[in-house]
């Protein structure tokens, strides 16, 4: 496809501003942030913001990301996986042991497209993505 990926460390808040500017920089041409940290959580929507400053089409693993702003997110559906995690509830109040119980992961994930930041972008979203989403925020 030709892609070429560069990995951007960012130790906090402080240095978002200057990421973003080395992603200017570089001509980057889209961003992924898949780092779960709770610090992305919490600055989702500057985050957001500066990918649109920086006219860079972001995905984000938080849904909060393109309800705030950003291009697109896809991540594990936390209504399901707190579904999940009751039935994990109800066998250990029926007496299993928690160390015995397997680790699962995600089973269903939700895609959210935010059309508005897309033309903000100058993007064309193609109908087989807005058809996939489980939500478009026109």
Partial sequence: MGLHLEAIEVRGPDEFESAFSAMTKMRVQGLVLAHQDPVFHVHAQRLASL???SRLPAVFYLKDFAEQGGFISYAPSYIDLFRRAAVYVDKILKGAK???LPVEQPQKFELIVNAKTGRALGLTIPTSL???ADRVIE
Avoid: I, M, Q
């Fill in 130 to 132: 807005r058809v996939r």
């Fill in 98 to 100: 928690p160390g015995d």
């Fill in 51 to 53: 990918a649109l400053k």
